[in-house]
């Protein structure tokens, strides 16, 4: 388990600002022993939920033809057939994972391929289980292409607490399966949108791990 790169500068600056205040908290009122200890521990309860958002998690690559692993740590709360009029322009069975703010929050590819389509949309912040927000809010969109030509699409939306969406590809960058692609801070939802005939391995409610859970099996 190592300390994601998005976290490290805040996780740094966060030490400096709670140290020091707890050091002048001490300076300016040393008698007050019970509050210097609610302080203290207060500080440490806050550096640690801040320490566990940008957990970056040690674990071999998955290395399957044909199937589709999860992009994101959360909870499996959409599986359905609907419409992707972005790109695809066509019927999909759409799964999304929504990420609670205690999730692991690196984004990693569901299949090996290059990135055929890539693009930032701004937007609002509803709530990431807001029916609008795949459509209204803070997302990317990207389509990855396998090498058998299968396309698929995978968005990251931010939600009501992340408001900051990081990505690190672009069109044309290739991607190994179980590599990294992006990382939504605090939180938020990850949608993939696979052919209709692709053969679902996962179910409501399902607990994912991001390049280790396996969510689909596409068609040869």
């Known amino acids: 388990m190592t300390i994601h790169r ?10 400096i600002i ?5 050091y002048l908290f001490y300076y300016f009122l040393p008698d007050e022993r019970l509050w210097l200890n609610v302080s203290m521990l207060g500080s440490i309860i806050i550096y640690l939920l801040i320490l566990q958002f940008f957990r970056n998690p040690i674990f071999p690559l998955p290395d399957e033809d044909g199937v589709v692993f999860a992009p994101a740590d959360g909870k499996i709360v959409v599986i359905e057939e609907a419409f992707e009029d972005e790109c695809l322009h066509e019927k999909r069975k759409q799964i999304s ?8 929050h690196i984004n990693r590819s569901p299949i090996k391929g290059v990135v055929e389509f890539f693009k930032y949309h701004p937007g609002k912040y509803l709530v990431a289980w807001h029916p609008k927000s795949s459509t209204e809010n ?5 389509v990855l292409k396998a090498e058998n030509g299968v396309k698929i699409l995978v968005r990251q939306v931010a939600g009501a607490m992340a408001r900051r969406i990081k990505w690190y590809v672009k069109e044309g960058s290739t991607l190994e399966q179980g590599g990294e692609f992006g990382f939504i801070k605090f939180g938020s939802r990850v949608d993939v949108y696979l052919p209709v005939d692709a053969e679902i391995l996962c179910e409501m409610d399902q607990k994912t791990k991001a390049g280790q859970t396996r969510l689909a099996r596409l068609k040869k």
């Open 18 to 22: 709670l140290v020091a205040g707890n």
């Open 6 to 15: 998005e976290g490290r500068v805040l996780l740094f600056w966060l030490m």
């Open 97 to 104: 994972i929504f990420m609670s703010p205690i999730n692991v």
């Open 138 to 142: 803070e997302r990317t969109t990207m």
